[in-house]
């Protein structure tokens, strides 16, 4: 997959990406002609829908702004829009909103295209099931991530392509989420449950299960979290044998990471790895694990060392620096995450490494978040100690809600997962997200106001509600 993505001159311009969702072209009219005649056109439309997850206003900086309102990192860096996300005083001009809008309703866009023309074309109909599953996927992601952050929003279909029907009002979010289930399952069932060769990387259908399990915790159905996560849990993707090779380049792409960000040094490349790194070894020095999260983990735990770079560790940098002292003055808190990058052996910041989006240790602990919601404390023991066992850490027993949740930030820390689950718990009542970002937490994480329900969701780019004429409302309070 890191190959595959690769993209033709000529599917930039049939999928060139707009500046704001409104100004979107319907291209299943207008390349009809000149593309969409074969299975390799097909194969290169389903490519370009990875394309934009690499852009910097994506999973290259954008999406993880959205990270640094939990308690797990300073955002650090130079960005005042980022700043005011974290402080929980952004307003609806705040740039880092607006970016990544346009960029998610591009995915939607490009798996409408390929909806709306590969049935019809004459090509291997396994191969037409598997383009059709990424399309279905990828915009089920691209509304998913659009859900998460902006609540309620408009949906596009293929019939709204056709009709060139893009000024529309919110979907509801009962509806948003129907729209996203539907997809995921459609995915579920075309994608296949493995790939082999240049192929690996690409969603499967246990991606698409995992997902769903995700949706369905936030929905509250913990039956269904349950079955499709047991989906995961029982199919082809079993933890990695060590936690670390998840970030490592050579075993990045392990059974255990269900969907990244995939990226080939030289030729396509995710910018996260250069955030996340400091400064003085080739990087621009955002998002820094505060204090807190590193005393999170448990004396004796591995995922500390895999996870974050702290004073005394040695890392190699390759070429005529080689291993390397990490000091405290290489950041403003002390330290840095270090699952996000790694550097050529001749010196440099790879840049094959992939940034993580859901791997199936996730799809554990939603499980047994699940079953202990259910069933009460104990119930989700088993795929508990799986991830805690994977760790070289002692079983538990019995455990209730505070022990998954504690799993879940060590396990987890830093992939994009926090905020969005204290929201989730507190609308649970298994915590009070005021006062819990109403503690101080020192110097980078002072005491926050996050105003219930106003920060559930952040505020829609007012430039979009702009662009609409008005047929696009502003959430609640901003």
Known sequence: MKNIILLLPLIT?????????????????????TFWRNADDAVAAANALYDPLNDEQLYGHGEQTFEICSDDFWRAGDHGEDQAIEEFVFDPDNAQLRHGYSRKYEIVNRANAILINVPDIDMDPALKDRVLGEAYFMRGFANWRLHVIYGELPL??????????????????????????SDWLEAAALLPASYSGADIGRPTSGTANGFLAKLYLYMDNMDKVIEHGERVI???????????????????????????????????????????????????????????????????????DYSIMKP??????????????????????????????????????????????????????????????????????????????????????????????HERRVELSGENQRHQDLMRWDKAGFIDIV???????????????????????????QREIDLSNGVLEQNPNY
């Not at 009709?163 to 979010?173: E, H, I, S, V």
């Not at 405290?328 to 996000?340: I, N, Q, V």
């Not at 993580?356 to 088993?382: C, F, H, Q, T, W």
């Open 312 to 405: 005394g560790d040695i890392i190699d940098l390759g070429g005529d620096r080689g291993p390397t002292e990490y000091t405290a003055d290489l950041s403003s808190t002390g330290y840095h995450f270090r699952k996000f990058a790694s550097w050529r052996e001749s010196g440099g910041l790879d840049g094959s490494q992939n940034v993580p989006v859901l791997r199936s240790a996730d799809v554990y602990l939603m499980v047994a978040e699940a079953k202990i919601r259910r069933d009460g404390n104990g119930a989700g023991d088993a795929e508990i100690n799986a991830v805690r066992e994977r760790a070289g850490l002692e079983p538990v027993s019995g455990a209730g809600m505070s022990e998954l949740i």
């Open 234 to 304: 029982n199919g082809p993707y079993p933890l990695a044998a060590d936690f670390g090779d998840n970030f490592q380049i050579e075993t990045e792409n392990n059974p255990e990471m269900l969907f990244s960000v995939q990226a080939q040094d030289g030729w396509t490349t995710c910018a996260y790895r250069i955030y996340s790194t400091p400064r003085p070894w080739g990087g621009w020095d955002f998002h820094e694990p505060i204090q807190d999260l590193v005393d999170e983990f448990e004396e004796g735990d591995p995922r500390l």
């Open 435 to 461: 006062e819990h970002y109403r503690e101080d937490r020192g110097a980078f994480k002072p005491s926050r106001d996050f105003q219930r329900p106003k920060h559930y969701y952040f505020a829609i780019p």
């Open 13 to 33: 311009l049939l999928f060139g990406c707009s500046e704001e969702f409104l100004d979107s072209t319907p291209y299943a009219q207008s390349t009809s002609a």
């Open 156 to 181: 596009i279909f293929e019939q709204d392509v056709i009709d060139g029907t893009f000024n529309k009002p919110k979907a509801t979010t009962d509806e948003m989420r129907a729209a996203i289930e």
